[in-house]
T-cell receptor, first 120, second 110 residues
Framework: EVQLVQSGAEVKKPGESLKISCKGS????????IAWVRQMPGKGLEWMGI??????????SPSFQGQVTISADKSISTAYLQWSSLKASDTAMYYC???FGSGYVGFYWWGQGTLVTVSS | QSVLTQPPSVSAAPGQKVTISCSGS????????VSWYQQLPGTAPKLLIF???KRPSEIPDRFSGSKSGTSATLGITGLQTGDEADYYC???????????FGGGTKLTVL
């Protein structure tokens, strides 16, 4: 069974750094793209970026380029999303998701979400 | 402002049919596959339609997808109160070299 299990909720202060994770299991982690999606409170889904763990090929949405870093450690089948300096506006639910198939056809598997709260 | 445009809300009575539109451009919908997602309150999104019009095996055939030019449509027939949710379209944008989602549509089953 394919599963994406994300790290737990975080409460941080503005200016702090953070790295959240998404561990894949039940499939060949290196061979499938994993994306990160933001959902701010009461708002819609926003595509942040995507990584191919085999070679760490990463694409970012222009809106998030330079604001976050997406990485992966294929030795432990885990993808990461990190911030070097959080802002209050980073408060949101973050989901990881895996594509269904080899092309960009849709995200079938989703993590349970990681709630990030940034507040002084 | 989302790259893909969806109506903010739609509504219909139980048992009726509803359609949700998703409008884009040649750089996204026009030349890439469209997917649709259902998000119930407090849960992760769920894939309803992939590759424009295909359903995962567990998705009932009450849900359908279509694409024409730079627009896509999600159809839901035999509406049930359990279908009340937010619905999102998504695709790849070749100009942005990034994925994009629509702004979402809230379905109310009256």
């Amino acid at each position: 069974e394919v599963q994406l299990v994300q790290s737990g909720a975080e409460v941080k202060k503005p200016g702090e750094s953070l790295k959240i994770s998404c561990k894949g299991s039940g499939y060949i982690f290196t061979n499938n793209w994993i994306a990160w999606v933001r959902q701010m409170p009461g708002k819609g889904l926003e595509w942040m970026g995507i990584i191919y763990p085999s070679d760490s090929d990463t694409r970012y949405s222009p809106s998030f380029q330079g604001q976050v870093t997406i990485s992966a450690d294929k030795s432990i089948s885990t993808a990461y999303l990190q911030w070097s300096s959080l802002k209050a506006s980073d408060t949101a639910m973050y989901y990881c998701a895996r594509l269904f198939g080899s092309g960009y056809v849709g995200f079938y598997w989703w993590g349970q979400g990681t709630l990030v709260t940034v507040s002084s | 402002q989302s790259v893909l445009t969806q109506p903010p809300s739609v509504s219909a009575a139980p048992g009726q049919k509803v359609t949700i539109s998703c409008s884009g451009s040649s750089s996204n919908i026009g030349n890439n596959y469209v997917s649709w997602y259902q998000q119930l309150p407090g849960t992760a999104p769920k894939l309803l339609i992939f590759e424009n019009n295909k359903r995962p095996s567990e998705i009932p055939d009450r849900f359908s997808g279509s694409k024409s030019g730079t627009s896509a449509t999600l159809g839901i027939t035999g509406l049930q109160t359990g279908d009340e949710a937010d619905y999102y379209c998504g695709t790849w944008d070749s100009s942005l070299s990034a994925g994009v989602f629509g702004g979402g549509t809230k379905l109310t089953v009256l």
